[in-house]
């Protein structure tokens, strides 16, 4: 039982809601640490494939950290909390199956930080995306200053952090922010069907795949190349590629375990 979030598994997609619809789902501690418990027990959730992450209400995905925590927070308590919010969005990108982020509304500071360690981002028409820290007089702590720029690349983040300003879900799919913007209305159809898109694939092969995109970026081109390689090679060992590659053959669909 959680306070702050909701969870549901409708196989193969497991669904997590940030629940604090008066406060635009502002993420304050206890809600990082449910959110953690819950993406854990995604993780070893084997009839749960592909993750969707989103927030209550019609407004907001997350509008940020919950800024009245903020209030008399020491140096050493700012990096604690900075800490435990970089390890819940660590534990996102690192989960081992996708996790989709239906940005509905606001995805400011924590918010957008906490969408960019999701695998896809789908954005309904309304949504606003930003890192307005400056404005408060701080910095993003959530990985905002890695992930944006390794997204959008240097210079677009730099104007979206040190202007603070909110960008349309437009101007966000035009600069690689997110995947797609869809009305509203369809947006938990829109990520569905990704998910399912991805669930009838090889669970190994999708398990490598992200392994193979998120550790090569963080190195070079050729540890990432090496790493690819080493990834191909432990997939043969899998019975759903032999599965995979004589149902090519023979004309007919593949059934992966
Ligand atoms: N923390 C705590 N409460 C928040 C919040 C947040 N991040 N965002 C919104 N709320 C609360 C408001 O205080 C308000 O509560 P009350 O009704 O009790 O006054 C309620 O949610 C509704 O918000 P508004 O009345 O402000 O709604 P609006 O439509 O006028 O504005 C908004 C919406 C533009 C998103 C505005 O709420 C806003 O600017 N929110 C703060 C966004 C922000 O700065 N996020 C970054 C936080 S810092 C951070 O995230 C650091 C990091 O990297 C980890």
């Known amino acids: ?24 789902n502002a993420l304050n501690i206890k809600t990082v640490l449910e959110l953690m ?6 993780a070893n959730d084997d009839e749960v494939r592909v993750v969707i992450l989103t927030g209550s209400g019609e407004k907001s995905f997350v509008a940020g950290a919950d800024i009245k925590e903020f209030q008399n927070l020491s140096p050493d308590g ?17 989960l081992g199956k996708p996790v989709i982020a239906a940005i509905n509304g606001y995805a400011l500071g924590g918010g957008c930080e ?13 949504a606003k995306l930003g890192q307005p820290e400056v404005g408060l007089g701080l910095i993003p702590g959530y990985g905002g200053t890695q992930r944006l720029p390794r997204l959008v690349g240097k210079g677009r983040a730099y ?8 960008i349309d879900a437009t101007r966000a799919e035009q600069i690689g922010l997110v995947n797609k913007v869809v009305p509203q209305a369809s947006l938990m159809e829109e990520c569905e069907n990704i998910a399912k898109a991805i669930a009838k694939q090889a669970p190994l092969a999708i398990r490598y795949c992200l392994e193979a995109v998120d550790r090569g970026l963080n ?38 375990r």
């Open 37 to 42: 418990d819950a993406f854990e027990g995604m």
């Open 78 to 94: 700012a990096r604690q909390y900075a800490m435990r919010g970089q390890k819940l969005l660590n534990l996102i990108e690192r």
């Open 114 to 126: 906490i969408a960019m360690a999701c695998t896809i981002r789908v954005a309904s028409e309304n």
């Open 159 to 166: 104007e979206m952090i040190l202007t603070g300003r909110h």
């Open 1 to 24: 039982a959680y306070e702050n979030i909701l969870v549901e598994k409708k196989p193969p997609i497991g669904y997590i809601t940030v629940n604090r619809p008066k406060v635009l």
């Open 219 to 256: 190195g070079s081109l050729d540890d990432g190349l090496a790493l690819e390689a080493d990834l191909f090679g432990l997939v043969f060992g899998s019975e759903d590629v032999k599965e995979g590659v004589s149902a090519f053959i023979e004309k007919r669909k593949p059934e992966f």
